[in-house]
């Protein structure tokens, strides 16, 4: 969180679920519910969440001392672990890059991508 603060970042892209196959691939990083969680110094607060088949849309605030950053959190769902998405995924995937898009233009920057 501290980069995404420092950093200006205000998309963060997940391309994997946290447990695949009973392992363990990603920390859940972020909060469970609406309820805030100090990471060191820094509050994360989860303002909403969307989950579809393929993928979930999170909103999130960060504060850190009296700094108040928005930031959105797409994680798409489907990638198969060590593997490639099938060609029935392709609007899938389409529909998640396009949202991801959309957002992008508004944002302020860099974007965030990660796998693991």
């Known amino acids: 969180w501290k980069m995404v603060l420092q950093?200006?970042?205000?998309?963060?892209?997940m391309l994997t679920q946290c447990n695949e196959k009973?392992?363990?691939?990603?920390d859940h990083y972020w909060p469970f519910t609406?309820?805030?969680i100090a990471y060191g110094d820094i509050t994360v607060e989860m303002i909403s969440e969307e989950e579809q088949d393929d993928?979930?849309?999170?909103?999130?605030r960060i504060n850190y001392a009296d700094e108040m950053q928005a930031v959105m959190h797409f994680n798409y769902t489907a990638w198969p672990d060590h593997g490639v998405p099938t060609a029935n995924a392709a609007e899938s995937i389409l529909q998640f890059v396009h949202m991801v898009r959309q957002q992008a233009?508004?944002?302020?920057g860099p974007m965030i991508i990660h796998c693991r």
């Open 7 to 13: 950093q200006k970042s205000q998309i963060i892209v």
């Open 22 to 26: 009973r392992r363990v691939k990603c």
């Open 34 to 36: 609406e309820e805030p």
């Open 55 to 60: 993928w979930a849309c999170r909103h999130f």
């Open 105 to 108: 233009t508004k944002s302020k």
